[in-house]
């Protein structure tokens, strides 16, 4: 099928992704598709785990950019579900690079709307690895997490809600 590439400096993903999963949290009280994804995010209060990452990572202001930013965003619980300590020590200032990878792995450059996801057997990431797309059952699949939300609209890019967090090889 499809490859999706397009390319783009690696910071950009990461900071998109933590505040993109903010922005999932209350994207049905709001409407989003006039925020940016960093305003959606902080205003959402349920992604403290992503928000925090990306605050780490040094990512935050990349959020604000013009974008377009798709966004496969882990939700707090598939953070938490990750080896006791993991997201401790990834938060570590001596841990930035590696984080930023993580989060970056996390994004795909341009906007991605759930039905044209569907179509692609892949997508090159802003980290710079492919991530793999699978349907089936009428659930999408990023590498082995399931897209819970799709097509939440931000200024700036779409945000799928994930339930697993996406490793870099």
């Not at 049905?28 to 925020?35: I, K, L, N, P, V």
């Not at 992604?47 to 965003?73: I, S």
């Not at 990750?82 to 401790?88: F, M, Q, R, S, Y």
């Not at 009428?138 to 799928?160: K, P, R, W, Y």
Request: proline share 4%.
């Amino acid at each position: 099928m499809n490859a999706f590439t397009v390319t783009a400096p690696k910071w950009i993903g990461a900071s998109l992704l933590g505040l993109a999963l903010a922005t999932s949290a209350h994207a049905g009280s709001h409407d989003h598709a006039h925020d940016d994804i960093v305003d959606t995010a902080i205003g959402a209060g349920q992604f403290e785990t992503l928000v925090a990452a990306v605050q780490a990572a040094e990512l935050v202001e990349v959020l604000k950019g013009e974008g377009p930013f798709t966004v496969f965003a882990p939700t707090d619980e598939a953070f938490a579900a990750l080896p006791e300590g993991t997201v401790d020590t990834l938060l570590l200032p001596e841990n930035q690079a590696q984080l930023q990878a993580i989060l970056t792995y996390h994004v795909v450059p341009g906007n991605v709307m759930a039905a044209e996801a569907m179509e692609l057997d892949s997508a090159t990431t802003v980290q710079g690895q492919d991530i793999t797309i699978t349907t089936m059952d009428g659930s999408v699949m990023i590498n082995d997490a399931t897209v819970v939300q799709a097509d939440i609209e931000a200024s700036n890019g779409v945000i799928h809600v994930i339930d697993g967090v996406l490793m870099p090889e």
